[in-house]
């Protein structure tokens, strides 16, 4: 029987034929794409001829085209639709694919060709995005370890082999923890929690077949449930369980993994000439060095530490209102908090959720994507590999740009969380081809299905990256959509979230699901009053989280990350009722793989800059512009990495931002400290 994975996909707009995949095919397709990459990398360094930009950079850059759509289609698939088949080749495949990235980056033949081409590139008569695709090749080169021979060689093919394996069980352990747990509840447990909850809580005990409702770890059904179950005790098991993730002890515990992952990261920047892995990750990042990060985090830190304690007081005089005695606890800071957001601002989540339909959301983020970009999207009729999925196809003045997949609903068989990933990537060089994007998202399902104020913005956070890889407009794969600095990458996603606060997009899509009625103005206009409603909360934990991610990887790793954790949090003076956003045992993004290691703190970064970029809409007069639309769709949208990131923001603004629209954003430019 023919490999699907290995033939042409005569599909429409070349879609991966979904409907044909068999799980037995992964294996020997990713046995064959590495066979033919090996294969040209071999007739790359095998050549008699001189080092050329074609015969070198360009031939690296189709060499892996195979092993990239086979891979494209596996690993999307493996967080969006796990099952046993697909867990058990990760972890075959890690170790596989990161001695094949070994025998590739730190071939000698090969980096002595590339080699000869930086030296020689003043003389090249290389285009502008050529000059910067062999910077970044021989950047990339140099920090894999190419320039390195021996046992030092020896030694990084071991570090990378290990990493990718003890990151692939990471993810799996969490996977299992949340996939795992779950809390029964009586009739009686239910009461005082909205109907939207009782609905979701009861299909989830249906769906586990449980005689009666549940509660899980996913963070749609967990967090509403500490906003709004006036059960103290129920709160408290259900917090404990999601706080433990990772670091239940036996198989699943994550707690060892983190202290090796710390240590070859470590003996891996060291080997590369680097002090710590920190100035290693930063040296290509905005931020450039350890320092600048934690400059920027404490001048956050310090307000909206100011703030949560604050905060604090008054929760706790809740608490003790409703006669508990003792601390307020950081089981009890959402339910309080949830209480006196109604009281304050007259703002009730489940009064909201009727008037954020996913459908609704989903129409208002299509809408401004037209009246910024001009994009339109028509849905799409096709297989695709679960359900839930849908597809639209995206257009330009009729011209086909993309195939967009939404993703949007909590399931077992998928990680937590939510993200942008790529089927397929833009590109022009080595055959044109247009991007296949998709958005993973975690929302509860219902019929309808309602989305929470924060569920809201994270589709449109999602869909902020789905514009980047969709309007990418470059030559080379290597810069398509997101391949830029990871402390760069958030700002399109961050800056798109502004959108769906503007009054006139709540106005138009902002309707009951029942009644089509509008949001009446009141509630609108509170709901916007309420932006920085618990914003020292928030802050607080996201920047205790960048913290001991940030601490973690300067200087000597940690023996014991946990002990270390907790002389980070004590030493900030972290407040006692809330905890860091992702705890160690279960921070996928920094321990799952290496892309956000050292950069977690990327999302304030990134942040610094959406709250100035979306000033600047403000100041020409309408979030619509068209000015600053085409500007933001020129410089940024469309160039992914083809520029450095502070170059591309300078061409959209003009200058560089610095934290102030930050501090105002998030109301914490006038807290007493």
């Known amino acids: 029987m023919t490999n699907v994975l290995l033939s042409d996909w005569t599909t429409l707009f ?26 040209r990398l071999a007739e790359i360094t095998g050549s008699s001829e001189p080092a050329t930009f074609s015969n070198t950079i360009e031939a690296l850059e189709q060499a892996e085209e195979e092993l990239n759509r086979v891979a494209g289609v596996f690993y999307n698939l493996a967080g969006a639709e796990s099952n046993p088949a697909r867990e058990a080749l990760q972890r075959d495949l890690a170790p596989k694919l990161a001695a094949w990235n070994s025998e590739r980056s730190l071939n000698p033949d090969l980096f002595a060709r590339i080699e000869a081409l930086w030296d020689a590139r003043d003389s090249l008569g290389l285009m502008e995005d050529q000059a910067r695709i062999l910077l970044l090749c021989r950047r990339g080169f140099v920090r894999a370890g190419a320039a390195l021979s021996g046992p030092d060689a020896g030694r990084m093919r071991e570090i990378n082999s290990r990493l990718a394996v003890i990151g692939t069980a990471f993810s799996q352990n969490l996977l299992a923890d949340e996939r795992d747990w779950f809390m029964d509840l009586s009739e009686a447990d ?77 003996e891996r920047a060291q080997l590369l000439g680097y002090p710590d892995f920190a100035r290693f990750k930063l040296e290509t990042e905005m931020a450039k060095r350890p320092e600048a990060v934690e400059d920027l985090l404490m001048q956050v830190w310090v307000p909206a530490r100011a703030r949560a304690e604050a905060d604090a007081k008054v929760l706790e005089a809740m608490l003790h209102a409703d006669g508990h005695n003792g601390a307020l606890e950081p089981w009890d800071w959402r339910y309080y908090s949830e209480t006196r957001r109604k009281a304050e601002h007259d703002l009730d989540e489940a009064a909201l959720k009727p008037y954020l339909s996913l459908e609704a959301m989903i129409a208002a983020a299509f809408d401004c994507a037209n009246r910024l970009f001009g994009l339109e999207f028509r849905p799409l009729d096709v297989p695709l590999y679960h359900p839930d999925a849908r597809a639209w196809e995206v257009t330009r003045g009729g011209d086909h740009i993309a195939v967009f997949i939404g993703d949007y609903f909590a399931r077992s068989s998928k990680r937590s969380g939510a993200w942008m990933s790529a089927f397929r ?14 958005n993973v998202c975690n929302f509860v399902k219902g019929d309808p299905a309602l989305l929470s104020w924060d569920d809201a913005r994270t589709l449109f956070h999602e869909f902020g990256h789905a514009l980047h890889g969709m309007l990418s407009d470059v030559t080379y ?35 009951h699901y029942k009644t089509g009625a509008p949001m009446p103005a009141d509630l609108r206009e509170r709901l916007l009053g309420a932006q920085t409603y618990d914003q020292g909360f928030a802050t607080v934990e996201y920047l205790a989280s960048a913290l001991v991610d940030l601490d ?102 003009g200058r560089l931002p610095g934290p102030g629209a930050l501090l105002k954003g998030r109301g914490l430019d006038k807290v007493e400290q």
């Open 14 to 39: 070349a879609l991966p034929p979904f409907d044909a995949l068999r799980d037995e095919d992964f294996a020997p397709a990713f046995d064959v794409a590495l066979e033919v990459a090996r294969a």
């Open 425 to 438: 990537n833009q590109r022009k060089f080595g055959g044109a081809q247009s991007p296949v994007i998709v």
């Open 552 to 653: 973690f990887h300067r200087g000597t790793p940690p023996a014991d990350p946990m002990a270390r954790q907790a002389e980070v949090l004590q030493g900030i003076g972290l407040p006692h009722a809330i905890v860091m956003r992702h705890a160690t045992p279960h921070f996928g993004h920094v321990f799952s793989g290496g892309g956000y290691a050292a950069g977690y703190y990327s999302y304030m970064w990134s942040e610094v800059m959406d709250a100035d970029a979306f000033e600047a809409f403000e100041e020409a007069g309408s979030a619509f512009d068209p000015g600053m639309a085409a500007a933001l769709y020129e410089h940024i949208l469309s160039k992914g990495g083809s520029v450095e990131a502070d170059a591309l923001y300078t061409a959209f603004r």
């Open 477 to 511: 794969e290597t810069v398509s959509g997101t391949s830029v600095a990871r402390d760069f990458v958030e700002l399109p996603s961050q800056l798109y979230e502004h959108w769906l606060a503007v009054p006139e997009v709540l106005e138009k899509h902002a309707r």
């Open 190 to 266: 239910l009461e005082g929690l909205p109907e939207f909850l009782v609905t979701a809580a009861r299909d989830e005990g249906v769906t586990r077949g449980r005689p009666g409702a549940v509660i899980t770890l996913s963070r749609s059904l967990i967090v509403p449930f500490l906003q709004f179950s006036p059960r103290r005790d129920l709160r408290e098991v259900a917090f404990r369980a999601w706080v433990a993730r990772g670091e239940n002890g036996g198989e699943t515990d994550n707690r060892a993994i983190v202290a090796e992952t710390l240590a070859l990261r470590h």
